[in-house]
């Protein structure tokens, strides 16, 4: 008979009550770290779309910049190309402008450091 009581109280209501209070209690944490981590990847998706808006409104505040500074020095390039065909096709007269600007650059400087 003691073993009938024995196997009676292994077997009974007390002990598969016990692990299923053990399992509503772990299913309660894990729901309330599934809300946490909702929360954190909430906060996270906010931070990282803040920074995203942040960086495409950098962007686009520094493109027109790029963007002419890019035809600047395209034109920039295009005139000095021109000016090399000319010196170039008629070397002379090249000449003669490097002079002409070389002494009026000379004149003006050495008028403004004599005062």
Do not use: C
């Not at 920039?76 to 070397?91: A, D, I, L, R």
């Amino acid at each position: 008979m003691a073993a009938e009581r024995q196997q009676g109280n292994a077997g009974g209501p007390q002990s598969e009550e016990q692990p299923a209070g053990e399992a509503q209690s772990e299913v309660e944490a894990l729901r309330a770290d599934l809300d946490a981590l909702r929360a954190d990847l909430a906060r996270l998706a906010d931070r990282l779309g803040a920074q995203v808006r942040d960086s495409v409104r950098e962007a686009a505040e520094e493109l027109p910049f790029k963007e002419q500074l890019q035809r600047a020095k395209a034109q920039g390039e295009e005139t000095v190309e021109q000016v090399v065909e000319k010196v170039q096709s008629h070397p002379l007269a090249g000449l003669a402008i490097a002079f002409g600007t070389g002494f009026i650059l000379a004149a003006l400087l050495g008028r403004g450091g004599g005062r």
